[in-house]
């Protein structure tokens, strides 16, 4: 009778091989880049040794000398070149910030009407996602830019539209004055209502994640952030008093001062990216199942309900990723600003290459402070969108 030779089972077969974590491939690939760069370092520090120029940032600290057209913290041009840097960047997120929220209204607006039942609706959004989309972003700018100087009222025949004053030259708006009472209602809206609104907004997602009800969250949100601030005022005598701008002369005074500039630069960006951000939230919304809207009509919601409870939150959960490239886009986009006189990073930036004649090393500072704006908001965004999967996951097991 024939025998078969038994070997001893291997304990490691058909367990998985271990890659490791770097592997020899990844570390040539990696010590061949770095070695790039060392060399273009060397090769630029060597080029400009020889032309006399000791590469350095201490013109930071040197007196700048040039004024902006505006700022959003104090600059004079007896200031150092790092305050005029720093006035920019203020003035570059200040206008993203703008561009932004403008953009996102206009793309929820036209997202939503792109996929409405009324067939108009749904024209006016295509044409509109078409246009902007096959335009150039400057072109957009600098149109709107002629049209409101040449459109809108000089500043002795400003138009007065409820608390706006407005001209060719600016939009003036109310604004807090200059009192201890204004100073106490920003601490207290700050540093006191915030952490009344985390309490208040954990409780009713903890209240909605167990009974599944939705408690009036936004107006108590409202309540609490102006509430807190008005009882601090009027227990310790100190209430809010507002600067209206009126015609002083040539001149607007008093009130806040949004430039034309910055008006035209916010609404060119928020008109070109609202409509990159309705097509990416149109296919956002017809990614979400027939079925489910079906059965919020069977069970008697309104269409409004059905946007707000079904649809809309389903869609956040999608786009995250998209839009996070077009929020990146759009900070970056704000470099088109210097087209029409606005003082923004990349304004500031050519100025001090012109009288400095650094232009490597104020480069350098302009890509880095861009690259930590951008990293900045998709982390933020990435964060979030990490969160909403986990809670999903969570919530499927």
């Not at 570390?27 to 370092?41: D, E, K, P, S």
């Not at 296919?283 to 079904?310: K, S, Y």
Request: hydrophobic letters at 55%.
């Amino acid at each position: 009778m024939d025998q078969k030779l038994q070997f001893p089972a291997d304990k490691n077969a058909g367990a998985p091989k271990i890659r490791p974590a770097i592997s020899w491939m990844d570390a040539g690939v990696g010590l061949a880049i770095l070695a790039a760069f060392v060399l273009i370092a060397f090769n630029i520090y060597s080029n400009m040794t020889a032309a006399g120029i000791r590469p350095g940032f201490g013109f930071l600290a040197q007196q700048a000398g040039f004024d902006l057209s505006e700022s959003v913290i104090p600059y004079d041009a007896a200031d150092s070149y790092l305050r005029a840097i720093l006035a920019g960047l203020a003035n570059t997120i200040a206008v993203a910030a703008a561009s932004l929220v403008i953009a996102c209204i206009i793309g929820l607006l036209i997202g939503l009407l792109s996929v409405s039942t009324a067939p108009l609706a749904r024209l006016f959004a295509l044409a509109y996602v078409e246009l902007f989309r096959n335009l150039p972003k400057i072109l957009v700018l600098l149109v709107i830019f002629v049209a409101a100087v040449n459109g809108l009222p000089t500043i002795r025949q400003a138009l007065t539209v409820g608390p706006l004053t407005i001209s060719n030259r600016a939009i003036y708006l109310p604004w807090l004055s200059d009192d201890p009472g204004n100073t106490l209602w920003l601490t207290a809206s700050l540093l006191v209502a915030p952490p009344f609104l985390w309490l208040w907004m954990r409780r009713v997602a903890r209240r909605q994640a167990l009974t599944g009800r939705r408690g009036p969250a936004i107006a108590v949100a409202f309540a609490i952030a102006l509430g807190i601030p008005a009882a601090l005022a009027f227990v310790l005598d100190a209430p809010l008093t507002l600067s209206w701008p009126h015609l002083a002369g040539f001149s607007v005074e008093g009130g806040i001062t949004l430039s034309i500039q910055f008006c035209t630069v916010a609404v060119s960006l928020g008109l070109y990216h609202g409509a990159q951000i309705a097509e990416v939230l149109r296919g956002g919304i017809e990614a979400v199942p027939d079925g489910q809207i079906e059965a919020a009509n069977a069970l008697g919601l309104r269409r409004g309900q059905v946007t707000r409870l079904i649809v809309v939150p389903q869609v956040l959960r999608t786009v995250v990723p998209p839009l996070n490239n077009q929020f990146a886009n759009l900070l970056k986009n704000t470099s088109i600003s210097i087209a029409v006189g606005y003082s923004d990073l990349m304004s500031v930036a050519g100025t001090a290459i012109n009288q400095t004649f650094r232009p490597l090393e104020t480069m350098l500072i302009t890509m880095s402070i861009y690259l930590v704006l951008c990293l900045m908001v998709t982390g933020a965004l990435n964060h979030w969108n990490a969160r909403i999967r986990g809670r999903e996951g969570r919530s499927a097991t």
